[in-house]
């Protein structure tokens, strides 16, 4: 059993000495278009209404990536919202998100809150003006509510 297990070693020893790890020069390329990452965190106001569900698109400006999702400060958006999981795939620059809680009316927000956070990919040399808008936000039972949206960044 020794020598299977010195066997197995001097492969593994052996492969990673053969191992092609690329060119070392290619750290300077790295480092040129090196990237940094930030948030948007989006805020929804329901105006003292319950906020049961809601919508919004954030757009992000050429080269900046989305790169994840966080939920809400409020347990009814805790969890990251729903979206499409191939925008977070491919990094793209644009991703819808809808969350919903079946919360009763007195347990769902009526003021301010962070509903979500979207973290990107910003290279380096850019400063980003994100895009976020409110498609919809709506209360118990379904009913539209005319909510105010804004969204703060950071890195």
């Known amino acids: 059993m020794r020598a299977l297990a010195v066997v197995i070693?001097?492969?593994?020893?052996?492969?990673?000495?053969?191992?092609?790890?690329?060119?070392?020069?290619?750290?300077?390329?790295?480092r040129r278009q090196?990237?940094?990452?930030?948030?948007?965190?989006?805020h929804l106001d329901p105006k003292d209404s319950p906020l049961a569900a809601w919508q919004v698109e954030v757009v992000c400006p050429e080269g900046v990536k989305v790169v994840g999702i966080e939920g809400g400060a409020h347990p009814a958006f805790s969890e990251p919202a729903h979206?499409?999981?191939?925008?977070?795939?491919?990094?793209?620059?644009r991703v819808v998100l809808a969350q919903?809680?079946?919360?009763r009316g007195g347990e769902l927000p009526r003021r301010e809150t962070r509903v979500a956070t979207v973290m990107v990919e910003i290279p380096d040399g850019i400063e980003p003006r994100f895009d976020v808008?409110?498609?919809?936000?709506?209360?118990?039972?379904?009913?539209?509510?005319?909510?105010?949206i804004r969204y703060e960044t950071g890195r």
Not at 133 to 148: E, M, Q
């Open 9 to 30: 070693c001097a492969v593994f020893a052996g492969g990673a000495a053969w191992a092609d790890f690329g060119d070392p020069g290619g750290a300077d390329e790295c």
């Open 34 to 42: 090196s990237a940094k990452f930030g948030w948007v965190a989006v």
């Open 83 to 93: 979206h499409d999981s191939k925008a977070l795939r491919e990094k793209r620059e």
């Open 100 to 103: 919903y809680s079946l919360l």
């Open 133 to 148: 808008r409110l498609v919809t936000a709506g209360t118990v039972g379904g009913d539209a509510i005319a909510a105010n």
